[in-house]
């Protein structure tokens, strides 16, 4: 090998390693820069508000009142709701997809409950708003005041089906796809051997299931979970367009609402005051900080969760 | 002397009791799981047929390429070159990341970074608005460039991703036998392992390019005044764009834009559907191919 090749070499190695390392740097620069500008952007609203802005309800931009208590109140109840609803429908598609379903099957469904993932929020929101809404309003939402109007929270049904409830609907179909492609992942990995065991001992396939798929699998379907909670509670168009953009507490889930993430979709571009963008920034620094935390916890378990360990044992 | 029950050799043979209640209780399961993919699938259904039915009547060659109030032309030329500027910003480091993970990083190190991804992957899309509203457009103007970062970012993690998946298949014989030759690192990384991998890295790109063409909530900040008649290409002003239009439109309640939106709508899914589907199934079969 020539000296010149040689040198060119120890030159090409370095390089490649030192763009490569670069880029692996930009992608954390990205999150350090993403948290500076956000908490930059609301440094106004926060030295004016204090830690007050995430309980005070008032919003009022004409009068440069602002706090998110509302909003947070909103954005919990929109993704409670969405998990509570979504998350044991998409568990249940995790186990119809490695258990129940013929290959054939498997492989057409599999493939199509991520498709949902794939719809544009924008699309599955103006879906919401022309067929969704007046569908719920019409139908559901008088059929669960009437079976169910003893609780505060099916309340009357109300005029135009914009309203907390077809929020979450939607939100439902958003976290669907993520914790199902997740939980079938897992299920799949569950050792045979261990359900042929239970199978061999009389379990049904629902005790197998019970006995053995779900608790080796618990801690990585609860992480599932975060992770639709986190896309979830981060959605800000669809919802913007479905839930009639309410400032109010409400008990009804058939009122109207608001969410952090909707908020800012909705008054960023019209909005007047600086106070009134940085108040939109500082919803945004506890959007970041809810989210971030319910993915570093989803994270956290994950990677705790090792069914390696689980077969060894 | 007890006499021990002797089975009934002429029994039928189904269950019984407890078993039979077992059973039932199965069975219910089953039919629940069945139930929820039903639901799911139908869901997807439903609101494909609502796109598609509503939106195949706004599209001929006119909506296509004409401007407003005929056609949405500047609008899908705007997604266009975003997403086109997100790629080539968000292509090579997704690459390089991955090339990094593979290739370079120690386990605690692609431990770190593997975390950074999935919180980057995490990240809210109307976060990223603020953020680059804040970076770019705040006291200066609007462009589809700094959309384009937004989904840039959108793409990266999920580039780097799925390249990783890829060049993790690149048979290790290929490796062993460019070693062998004497070949510097770098080179059979360039020479080798890269163009193995490729396919499998531009199928991940295309699957990246279709969940970013939809993105919305960073347009709204980023690029969102524009003027609906007018084919841009300079990404340096605010660009017309297809999902910012279909939000607008949508918000305005008026009959005749709700049937373009469908129309953009039908447009945007399509290219979504076909992108992802036909990327899916060609990953699947660069893998087997690289996995036999």
Not at chain 1, 107 to 134: K, N, R, T
Not at chain 1, 244 to 262: H, M, N, P, V, W
């Amino acid at each position: 090998m020539s000296p010149l090749r040689r040198r060119l070499d120890l030159v090409g190695d370095r390089a490649l390693f030192g763009v490569c390392l670069s880029a692996a740097l930009i992608a954390a620069a990205i999150i350090v820069l993403v948290g500076y500008q956000i908490v930059d952007g609301a440094s106004a609203a926060i030295s004016r508000f204090g830690f007050a802005f995430v309980y005070e309800t008032t919003w009022q931009p004409n009068f440069g009142e602002f706090g998110a208590g509302s909003l947070l109140f909103g954005t919990a109840v929109t993704s409670a709701f969405a998990l509570v609803l979504g998350a044991p429908i998409a568990i249940a598609i995790g186990l119809f997809l490695t258990l129940l379903a013929p290959v054939g099957v498997r492989g057409v469904v599999g493939p199509l409950v991520e498709l949902l993932a794939a719809i544009p929020s924008v699309i599955l929101g103006f879906w919401g708003l022309l067929v969704l809404a007046p569908f719920v309003q019409a139908k559901v939402e008088p059929f669960l005041n009437g079976a169910l109007g003893f609780l505060p929270i099916f309340g009357s049904p109300e005029t135009t089906g914009l309203s907390v409830f077809t929020a979450s609907l939607i939100l439902t179909l958003m976290v669907i796809p993520i914790i199902a492609s997740i939980s079938r992942d897992l299920f799949q990995s569950v050792p045979p051997e261990l359900q042929d065991g239970a199978s061999a001992l009389g379990a049904t396939r629902w005790e197998v299931v019970r006995g053995v798929v779900l608790p080796t699998t618990s801690s990585g379907v609860v992480a599932a979970c975060l992770l639709g909670l986190g896309r979830a509670l981060g959605e800000a168009i669809a919802v913007s367009q479905v839930i009639g953009a309410g400032s109010e507490l409400q008990s009804s889930l058939f009122r109207s609402g608001d969410t952090l993430a909707s908020r800012i979709a909705l008054q960023f571009p019209g909005a007047l005051t600086e106070l009134h963008k940085a108040s939109l920034f500082y919803c945004g620094v506890i959007l970041l900080v809810i989210g971030l935390a319910s993915n570093l916890i989803a994270q956290a378990i994950g990677r705790r969760f090792s069914y390696q360990g689980v077969a060894a044992r | 002397m007890s006499e021990t029950a002797v089975p009934d050799p002429a029994a039928p043979l189904t269950p019984s009791g407890n078993l039979r209640r077992r059973q039932l209780v199965s069975r219910a399961t089953e039919l629940a799981a069945t139930a929820a993919a039903v639901v799911a699938v139908g869901a997807l259904a439903i609101v494909i047929y609502t796109v598609v039915a509503r939106g195949a009547k706004a599209i001929d060659l006119d909506f296509i390429f004409t401007g407003y109030p005929t056609g949405v032309g500047p609008m899908l030329l705007g997604t266009l070159v975003i997403a086109l500027v997100a790629t080539v910003m968000a292509m090579p480091v997704g690459v390089l990341i991955a090339l990094y993970l593979t290739e370079y990083s120690g386990a605690r190190g692609s431990g770190v970074l593997r975390l950074t991804l999935d919180l980057l992957n995490g990240l809210p899309s109307i976060i990223l608005g603020l953020f680059v509203f804040a970076l770019l457009v705040d006291h200066k103007q609007q462009s589809g460039f700094a959309g384009a970062v937004a989904l840039a970012i959108i793409e990266l993690p999920l580039i780097a991703r799925g390249s990783q998946e890829v060049l993790l298949l690149v048979p290790r014989g290929l490796r062993e036998a460019s070693d062998a030759l004497g070949i510097a690192r770098w080179r059979s990384v360039l020479t080798v392992v890269l163009p193995t991998a490729l396919g499998g890295i531009v199928t991940a790109t295309v699957l990246a390019v279709a969940r970013a063409a939809g993105e919305t909530a960073p347009l709204i900040l980023a690029s969102s005044v524009f003027d609906p008649k007018h084919f841009s290409v300079n990404p340096f002003e605010s660009m017309p764009n297809v999902p910012v239009w279909i939000y607008k439109l949508s918000e305005e309640g008026n009959p005749e834009g709700f049937t373009e939106a469908w129309g953009m709508s039908l447009l945007l899914v399509s290219f979504i559907l076909f992108a992802s589907l036909g990327a899916r199934a060609l990953l699947a079969r660069s893998k087997r191919k690289l996995s036999s």
